[in-house]
């Protein structure tokens, strides 16, 4: 298996917007340097925007039985684990609570699924105390990393749980959400997403601006990760708060992918106070990986159509296996994760980027060096190799997160 080395575009770049170039960056040896990355990694917070543990789970067939609760602590498979995020330095991964678009048809489905996955998150922070903890204020994770304990602070993928009922709002803040995705793949009671050409709305519902003046109330985070760009400017022109893009990247790399946002998009973000959280993913770091993976899965469907199979099938593993071989995957690397980094501070300034990664939700797609929870040291580095200070490191592991969390927190507290 090869991977493609990408020419980093801004490589050698020194952004000085939103923060001021070291004038005398400290002379370590690449060794040194390497040390002093992973002992930040774990000097700081680290939280991460997105991380799809429960329903990776979920699939997998997880019941809420003591002899299943270990799978976090130490596996082989998916991108996360306790032991694995330790090493990385990861303290607090927000769990997301992931409802596919295709249940939104069914009424009743999407909430019965969110309760299930919130009630596993919950199963297994009382399953391993000394391990993991519920946490749904930033004071509770900075108390959690004092004590040397892992938070699960949760976001919902998809406000769809809500259904057409404003006071689920409420009752999911009481549940422990504390950011909302207003959808996912597919338009829905709130609004457009950025997959979906139907464009239902033109944006936001009326509806849906119910359900934001409601999170801004009630202090649950506002992400725009997934809406259609409509819906993005409309959300920033009426909350009253900062908002998040928990697990998104910049369109820059990525041209026509509206899944990520674009240059204006990411001013006014930060314009507004709020962050965005560079999503890992290859698709989502480089336009022409993108492109090839879109032809690739075209190849592979006619392939399964042909055979009369699913994707899921079991008789259908052999002839996958045969095509990965055939048609070898392609990486972005560490540097081109940097890269968008880089281009968020130059448009909106050091305060306004995160790290959201998606692991255990963008499959076999994630880059060279940051292939799960253990290797967020690998980015520290590189960020550290362009000059960033170990003050901009701290806002980009968590700091400005906490921030934008707090503002929500406090507006809540006024009303």
């Given amino acids: 298996m090869f991977r493609l080395t990408l020419l980093a575009l801004l490589a050698g770049f020194l952004c000085t917007c939103g923060r001021a170039p070291q004038e005398d960056p400290s002379p370590m ?12 990694a774990h000097r700081y917070l680290i939280t991460d925007g997105h991380v799809d543990l429960p329903y990776r789970l979920k699939v997998k067939n ?4 003591k002899e299943y609760l270990g799978i976090p602590i130490e596996t082989s498979e998916g991108d996360f684990d306790y032991v694995r995020a330790v090493e990385g330095g990861l303290d607090a991964p927000f769990m997301s609570i992931y409802i596919p678009s295709g249940l939104q048809a069914e009424p009743g489905a999407s909430p019965a699924l969110a309760d299930s996955l919130i ?4 199963g297994i922070a009382e399953a391993h105390p000394d391990k993991f903890r519920i946490a749904t204020s930033p004071a509770e994770l900075e ?12 976001g919902m993928e998809n406000g769809s749980p809500i259904e057409d009922k404003i006071e689920r ?5 009481a549940k422990g959400i504390r950011y909302i995705t207003l959808t996912h793949g597919k338009d829905n009671l709130i609004c457009d997403s950025s997959y979906d050409t139907t464009r239902t709305h033109g944006g936001l519902s009326e509806f849906g601006r119910e359900v934001v003046r409601e999170m801004n109330r009630v202090g649950i985070m506002v992400d725009i990760s997934h809406v259609s760009d409509s819906t993005f400017w409309q959300v920033v022109e009426m909350t009253d708060v900062p908002v998040i ?3 998104s990247s910049a ?4 041209p026509g992918f509206e899944r990520n946002m674009d240059d204006a998009m990411i001013k006014r973000l930060g314009e507004e106070g709020g962050v965005i959280q ?9 336009g022409k990986l993108r492109i090839r993976q879109d032809s690739l899965r075209g190849i592979l469907q006619e392939r399964l159509a042909a055979a009369d199979l699913q994707y899921r099938d079991e008789a259908a593993k052999p002839l996958i296996e045969a095509f990965e071989k055939e048609f070898p995957t392609l990486y972005a690397d560490v540097e081109t994760v940097a890269d968008h980094i880089d281009h968020v501070v130059a448009l909106a300034g050091i305060d306004h980027v995160g790290l959201g990664s998606d692991f255990d939700g963008v499959g076999d797609s994630l880059p060279t060096g940051l292939k799960d929870v253990s290797d967020y040291p690998n980015l520290i580095y590189t960020l550290l190799k362009r000059g960033y200070s170990d003050d901009d490191i701290q806002k980009i592991c968590s700091g400005n997160v906490l921030r934008v969390w707090r503002a929500v927190e406090a507006a809540a507290t006024a009303q």
Avoid: C, W
Wanted: proline residues 2%; hydrophobic residues 45%; without cysteine.
């Fill in 251 to 254: 369109r820059k790399f990525t």
């Fill in 278 to 286: 560079i999503n890992f993913g290859s698709t989502f770091l480089d």
């Fill in 169 to 173: 709002v409420a009752e999911y803040h």
């Fill in 143 to 154: 108390q959690n990393f004092r004590d040397s304990v892992m938070s699960l602070p949760m």
């Fill in 245 to 247: 893009a928990s697990h």
């Fill in 62 to 65: 997880f019941r809420l039985d």
């Fill in 29 to 40: 040896t690449d060794a040194e340097l390497r040390a002093h990355a992973n002992e930040l």
């Fill in 119 to 122: 009630a596993m998150v919950r």
